[in-house]
């Protein structure tokens, strides 16, 4: 290659370059991200990033790409990369920078440097996780009060991720700027509970991707009441202590939800300082100039929240803006809807293929009978939440995977009783 760089080779083929090029010799180094420890999740075991399999771009400084190689170790088998005088800059990347998904993870290495006429230049490049990873774990006394009916939307305004306490899988989001999650929870009461976290306000976090976000419960908000009163001499030692004196057994009715999180490094852990979210959605209260009391933000009403629609292939839930693909052994597919207000509207559009495409109003008996008829013979039977209905909802589409074609859609409309809606088209391709 160096005989290349003085054009001392009969058959090179960049004749514009013989004589007048530069050498570039690239060494990639790739670095997997700091395993989590006592966390169930699978995927966080330690490993080894081989760097052979990243994809290596070229650009000049106008940002036309110069050159390109599948793979890292095509690259090496070269020798180096023969280029004209000028600035560029590289790109080792391996795999898909997509918007939200599950085991996704995205490693991308840059490098900007200058190239010299007959000389070779040695750059050495760090590729390390480039997305976004997001692990929830959640305390004894969380599961406690909310058990298995709670819910966590993820998103970074581009993508939207749904957990649930089963979720083991990593979460990876396309950094944009932007990084939020809102719990919709339960309480053993019945009552319908939103907390809202916006991640991204935190500068520190924004500079790290291995995140970890602890959530636990509180009773009451520390420093939201009145000064404690000094304790008195007990007059009576028998006497029995002040039931209102008794901390209160769980489940609490309205907890407040503690986050604490967890940026975590190859050598170090960032522990940012813990904040408290309450039940009706504020964040952050004690940053904010609220009237509410407590020095917080005024709580967001949950009956103002906008429903959500996610979803689960035999159980393990996915992102509804994404192609899925099942097979004959997918045993499960059902379209979770979380409403905070009663269900309003219901309509969905069956597309089978080019040959079935079904409007249904599934708030409407009638349509329901229809498309039951159709399904009767395979001993099927469709079973739709009712008007009015509210909180975590199940819209099972099961019955209808007997009858997918190669290609499927299914496009859902909800609306709410305070005329808020939601809508998604979930894409399921059949193998």
């Known amino acids: 290659m160096k005989k290349d760089l003085l054009g001392g080779i ?29 966390t169930k999740s699978s995927d966080l075991a330690s490993a080894t990033l081989e760097t052979d399999s990243f994809a290596v771009s070229i650009y000049n400084s106008d940002g036309s790409l ?5 793979n890292y170790e095509e690259m090496k088998a070269e020798s180096g990369v023969l280029l004209s005088p000028g600035v560029y800059t590289m790109l080792a990347e391996l795999g898909e920078n997509v918007k939200a998904a599950f085991d996704k993870p995205y490693y991308a290495g840059r490098d900007t440097f200058e190239i010299v006429t007959k000389e070779v230049l040695k750059v050495q490049t760090i590729c390390v996780l480039d997305n976004k ?44 700027g932007t990084l939020r999650f809102t719990v919709y929870a339960t309480n053993h009461q019945g009552d319908q509970l939103v907390y809202n976290y916006d991640m991204s306000k935190n500068e520190e976090i924004n500079h790290h991707n291995n995140i970890l976000v602890d959530l636990d419960i509180m009773e009451t908000q520390p420093g939201g009441g009145d000064e404690p009163e000094e304790p008195e001499d007990p ?39 813990s904040d408290i979210i309450d039940g009706g959605g504020s964040e952050n209260p004690d940053d904010g100039d609220g009237d509410d009391g407590e020095g917080g933000e005024n709580p967001v009403d949950p009956s103002q929240q906008s429903p959500t629609i996610t979803g689960t292939i035999d159980g393990k839930a996915f992102d509804v803006n994404t192609v899925q693909t ?15 207000t009663g269900l309003a509207g219901l309509d969905v559009g069956v597309n089978i293929g080019s040959l ?4 249904l109003d599934l708030l409407d008996q009638n349509s329901v009978d229809e498309i039951n008829d159709l399904l009767s013979g395979m001993g ?21 995977l007997e009858m997918l074609d190669t290609t499927n859609s299914f ?21």
């Open 10 to 38: 009969e058959d090179n083929t960049d004749f514009e370059l013989m004589g007048d090029a530069g050498l570039l010799d690239l060494d990639l180094i790739a670095e997997k991200e700091a395993p989590i420890l006592d």
């Open 66 to 70: 110069v050159k390109s190689y599948p």
């Open 133 to 176: 990873k997001v692990t929830f774990r959640y305390s004894d006394n969380f599961t406690a009060n909310f058990g298995s009916d709670f819910v966590i939307v993820l998103d970074n305004g581009l993508g939207v991720l749904t957990l649930d306490k089963n979720e083991n899988r990593g979460a990876y989001l396309q950094d944009t």
């Open 235 to 273: 007059d009576e030692p028998d006497e029995p202590e002040d039931p209102g004196d008794t901390k209160p057994d769980l489940p609490v009715d309205r907890p407040f939800i503690t986050v604490n999180i967890s940026l975590i490094e190859k050598d170090f852990v960032i522990e940012i300082p």
């Open 326 to 340: 099942i097979t004959s052994s997918t045993k499960s597919v059902i379209i979770n809807l979380y409403l905070p």
């Open 356 to 359: 079935i495409s079904l409007q």
């Open 380 to 400: 099927k039977k469709l079973e739709v939440p009712s008007k009015g209905d509210k909180g975590n909802l199940k819209f099972d589409i099961s019955p209808f």
């Open 411 to 431: 496009v859902v409309k909800v609306k709410d009783d305070n005329g808020k809606s939601a809508s998604a088209t979930i894409k399921l391709n059949k193998k």
